[in-house]
């Protein structure tokens, strides 16, 4: 009814059929809104866990991306908190928060790419700038030598800190600086 997802999931789903991204990121996306997608976006696989038990409950970050396009390498999710390696809520973050990656071959060019799919905390301001800096150890450490993209909910502006240090790592860069045409502020 009105705008909920029995509305927008078909709507969404067009838009990437005729956009025909071959990877894409999403956030706060739930189990059977991933299992909706994926019916309707038949060409796609899709990389991820629900950020609450590594499971699929609660909200997802999954990288979908085209299985005729891309190789999947390796991916999984890590926690944005001191335990990564499980499900956990990091510094003064309201809810849990996850990053999932993949690296992909494109089959195309051979080319290999570290994609991963972000949704920083919207409350904790300590853990959106713990979470940067360990997004940028993690490509330090483990996307040495290949493409790096990294989309999602950052929760913040140009002015905050943890957008700074993205923007003073060295090795990542804003897409809206360094696109020709920006078409929002």
Same mark, same amino acid.
């Given at each position: 009814?009105?705008?909920? =997802?029995?509305?927008? $999931?078909?709507?969404?789903?067009? /838009? ?14 739930? +189990? ?7 019916? &309707? ?5 899709? /990389?991820?866990?629900? *950020? ?10 999954? /990288? ?10 390796? #991916?999984?999710?890590? =926690? @944005? ?8 809520? #990091? =510094? ?6 996850? $990053?999932? =990656? ?9 080319? !290999?790419?570290?994609?991963?799919? /972000? ?8 853990? *959106? @700038? ?6 940028? &150890?993690?490509?330090?450490? +483990?996307? !040495? ?36 045409? *920006?078409?929002?502020?």
């Amino acid at each position: 009814v009105g705008n909920g =997802w029995s509305v927008r $999931c078909p709507v969404v789903c067009d /838009i990437l059929k005729v956009e025909s991204f071959d990877i894409f990121g999403t956030q706060e996306v739930l +189990h059977n809104q991933l299992w909706d997608m994926l019916a &309707a976006l038949p060409d796609y696989d899709y /990389i991820g866990v629900g *950020r609450d038990f590594g499971d699929d409950r609660g909200e997802f970050c999954p /990288i979908f991306y085209r299985k005729d396009v891309f190789e999947k390498l390796d #991916g999984g999710t890590f =926690w @944005l908190s001191e335990t990564p390696e499980k499900p956990s809520k #990091g =510094w003064d973050a309201k809810h849990n928060r996850i $990053c999932t =990656w993949g690296h992909f071959r494109h089959k195309a060019s051979g080319k !290999k790419v570290c994609f991963m799919n /972000i949704h920083l905390d919207h409350i904790g301001q300590q853990a *959106r @700038l713990e979470s940067a800096k360990q997004l940028v &150890a993690y490509v330090k450490k +483990h996307c !040495k030598g290949v493409s790096v993209v990294i989309v999602g909910d950052y929760n913040v502006s140009q002015s905050s800190e943890s957008y700074q240090h993205f923007a003073s790592s060295k090795i990542l860069k804003d897409t809206y600086e360094c696109a020709k045409y *920006r078409f929002a502020p």
